[in-house]
């Protein structure tokens, strides 16, 4: 037993040994973005830009980001907005109005209807690919508007022949509004303090992370398109196979767009289950290829720590259960047992990856006392992804075929659903109930007993404690607002 626990010990210690360093590149670190590489865009000849708004029952919310892209500070006949809608229903007072506006600011404007969501959003991306023949290719989500110079500050970066695309940086708007919000905001800009930034500050491959993002056609169409089957992330899908083909993307870490955060922990636990499937699936389909890869070595290892970095929380929540299990046995409490608990504990808290996560937030803002609250507590709440990693690896390993749902945001958050109210969402909190009454369990029985076991007990059953009272709000307040909604149509 004592060696399944080392185990778990090791693979956690690498991923806080991997996020260490890459905060000590962050902090010490030099972009490889230079002022050559930011030159006037006049310098350079003006391609063509096609930007992709794949949408799905998001109706209206699509208008700021198309009026957004309207605004941009490039030659507006070189702009093309396409609308990729795969809703039940068409919307055509939207068409109507975009259609209008695009010709007031003298824009290209697209509006194609997909009568099925065959390949979901790769499918929605690749039929839009067909309507239109424009090099560059933005890729934006409904809920994303674009920064005026969005276009003056990526377009320079892809002079380079193998350059596969810009990725940028963004903002919630409504970050540190609740620890559910914060926790998705703490993710991202972690991710790109920590990760984003730090391959571009070693010159290695960033990678496109769904949006936001300008992407050469050339290399998509090198590559094959965007993956439709198996259901797959298909930013890390295309990051890697870009990857194994020689391209690189960069990354220019400058907030250029924002959107909106769900402030509902149930549907942010189920788009983290989506993520977390997607990603593991996109590992598995492309990891073969990238020891063979045209890439530095150094680009390969940060590849494949990425992978142990992003599933942290399983890691150390596999390490709760068997030291919780090591106790229940009654087994011998070793001196390396001892040592091995009292490091995890002290680390889950104070480790690397937590001070990472809250020094990437700080980079990037200023907080309130009321927000340093709101951030220590959704990174607490962060451990509580556990719930949406295992049921993503699961629907990888058994092949399912579940439909893809869009998170709903802004007013798809309130909109009436049949499923809201049915048996099946009153389970969804079963894990962390379990989660709470096993290790507060331990923790209570074992604590006096066992004092270097507590913190690492402790901090799984005080996430999902956090994670079970924002569903709980979550539930309440979606129903009160379902509530007012029905009454407003009765």
């Not at 972009?31 to 006049?42: A, F, G, L, T, Y």
């Not at 596999?318 to 087994?331: D, E, M, W």
Request: hydrophobic share 45%; proline share 5%; net charge positive.
């Amino acid at each position: 037993m004592i060696a399944i626990v080392i185990i778990f010990f090791v693979l956690a210690s690498l991923a806080q040994l991997r996020a260490l360093c890459t905060l000590i590149v962050d902090v010490n670190g030099k972009s490889k973005i230079s002022n050559i590489d930011q030159r006037k865009i006049h310098a350079i000849t003006l391609p063509k830009i096609l930007v992709q708004v794949p949408v799905y029952n998001e109706g209206w919310e699509v208008k700021d980001a198309a009026l957004g892209v309207m605004r941009l500070d490039y030659p507006r006949e070189r702009i093309c907005l396409q609308i990729i809608d795969d809703s039940p229903v068409q919307w055509p007072d939207l068409v109507q109005f975009l259609q209008q506006e695009a010709e007031k600011a003298g824009i290209g404007f697209q509006y194609l209807y997909r009568p099925s969501r065959k390949g979901y959003k790769s499918g929605a991306l690749n039929y839009g690919l067909l309507h239109c023949d424009h090099p560059y290719v933005v890729v934006l989500d409904a809920d994303f508007v674009l920064q005026p110079d969005f276009l003056q500050r990526t377009v320079p970066l892809l002079s380079a022949v193998r350059t596969a695309g810009v990725q940028t940086r963004w903002h919630y708007r409504n970050r540190f509004a609740s620890p559910t919000v914060t926790i998705q905001s703490t993710i991202f800009e972690t991710i790109f303090a920590l990760e984003q930034s730090v391959r571009d500050k070693l010159g290695i491959p960033a990678f496109f992370t769904g949006t936001a993002a300008i992407i050469k056609r050339q290399c998509i169409e090198e590559i094959g398109g965007w993956r439709e089957e198996p259901f797959t992330a298909e930013d890390i899908d295309l990051s890697f196979r870009a990857y194994n083909k020689g391209y690189r993307f960069r990354y220019l870490d400058e907030d250029l767009s924002g959107c909106e955060a769900t402030p509902n922990y149930i549907s942010f636990r189920k788009q983290q289950q989506r993520w977390a499937r997607g990603v593991f699936q996109a590992g598995i389909d492309n990891i073969a290829g990238i020891l063979p890869a045209p890439q530095p070595v150094r680009s390969k290892l940060m590849e494949i720590s990425t992978v142990l970095y992003n599933f942290f929380p399983l890691v150390m929540f596999l390490l709760a259960v068997s030291s919780s299990v090591y106790l229940l046995a009654g087994l011998e409490r070793t001196n390396t047992w001892k040592t091995i608990q009292w490091i995890s504990g002290i680390a889950i808290l104070l480790g690397p990856v937590p001070l990472g996560m809250f020094f990437a937030v700080r980079k990037y803002n200023r907080l309130s006392s009321r927000e340093y609250g709101n951030l220590l507590t959704g990174i607490l709440l962060g451990m509580n992804l556990v719930w949406s990693i295992i049921p993503g690896i699961w629907e990888v390993i058994s092949q399912s075929k579940k439909e893809f749902v869009v998170t709903p945001k802004g007013l798809n958050a309130v909109a009436v659903k049949k499923r809201s109210f049915s048996r099946k969402s009153l389970w969804i909190g079963l894990p962390e109930l379990l989660s709470v009454c096993y290790f507060g369990g331990i923790v209570v029985t074992y604590g006096k007993q066992y004092p270097e076991s507590v913190l690492l007990c402790a901090v799984p059953a005080a996430s999902a404690l956090i994670a079970g009272i924002a569903m709980l709000q979550s539930k309440i307040t979606s129903t009160k607002k379902q509530m007012t909604l029905i009454k407003s149509y009765s």
